[in-house]
């Protein structure tokens, strides 16, 4: 996720990082060229159909409406995600708290919270397709993947019940707080496992295109030899909105518009810390406006 205040003038318009512009630069490149070309035809070579503006405008206004579209359904998307790992980490500190509560026992109190805290990176690296890395292995009760550890965690709770180390009251509590933890998970899972039709991007895609190639030929008369420039404005909004829909529409990937996982999941060890009787580590800080 890309951090920063709102730049002056020139870093806006020269700003790269979180940009989608290192993406779709090939795009943009071959329309320029195509421009030219039909322009360098036109001029030089035979006269080519010059056609009016208007069909363009119409079809102009329904990509705007087919990007807008889709463009909301990807932030809705991002939105609930984000949603969902806000909740996450309300979870584990209102965890933390419950077992000072209904966990007497300090050595079970240790291993309800560092299991919660092996199943974020947990979830983390399965929501990124990542093998999972030092923080999911260290304090991981079993096999290091999410539901083994939320059945440990479970697994746990009803050994200490059995054991008359917690009350029934402090049971149905912490377990309907695992609940609440699976739900969130299966969210995110479902976010990450249902794309968006490919439909709409394949329509985005060829209508995108189809508009890019036409527009030189409309712009020969009124813009000449600056046909390219206005013709790559134009292929940067297409290109550079559908991208950004892309991006949006994946919030648990790499890129630097997802969501920041390794942040989030930092700030619940330093919550939980406290609880564990360690030293809180250092929130993870934004490197070049980007939180990982």
């Known amino acids: 996720m890309i951090l920063r205040d709102k730049p002056g003038i020139l870093a ?90 209904f966990l007497p ?65 402090g049971a149905r509590t912490l377990s309907t707080r695992l609940s609440t933890i699976a739900l969130a998970q299966a969210g995110c899972e479902r976010i990450k496992l249902t794309p968006l039709p490919y439909v709409y991007s394949l329509l985005i895609f060829r209508t995108s295109w189809l508009y890019c190639l036409l527009l030189p030929f409309a712009l020969l008369d009124p813009t000449g030899w600056l046909t390219p420039l206005f013709a790559v404005i134009v292929a940067y909004t297409f290109f550079g909105l559908a991208e950004v829909t892309e991006e949006l529409a994946h919030p648990f990937g790499l890129t630097a518009n997802a969501l920041p996982l390794d942040a989030i999941c930092r700030t619940a060890e330093i919550s939980l810390a406290p609880h564990l009787g360690e030293a809180a580590p250092p929130p993870l800080m934004p490197v070049d406006y980007r939180l990982d």
């Open 105 to 169: 026992d300090p050595q079970d109190r240790r291993r309800l919270l560092t299991a919660m805290r092996a199943f974020l990176n947990q979830h983390r690296c399965a929501l990124r397709g990542l093998p999972p890395d030092e923080p999911a292995r260290r304090d991981a009760p079993a096999e290091p993947t999410p539901d083994a550890t939320l059945d440990a965690m479970g697994a746990l709770l009803a050994d200490a019940l059995r054991a008359g180390r917690m009350d029934g009251f």
């Open 12 to 101: 806006l318009l020269f700003a790269v990082r979180g940009s989608v512009l290192p993406v779709i630069a090939p795009q943009l490149v071959f329309v320029a060229l195509f421009s030219a070309a039909i322009v360098a035809i036109d001029r030089h070579l035979l006269t080519l159909p010059h056609i009016q503006a208007a069909p363009l405008a119409v079809l102009g206004v329904a990509l705007s409406l087919f990007l807008g579209f889709r463009n909301n359904a990807a932030y809705d998307r991002w939105w609930e995600a984000r949603r969902l790992w806000g909740g996450l980490l309300a979870d584990a500190r209102s965890v933390a708290r419950e077992a000072e509560l």
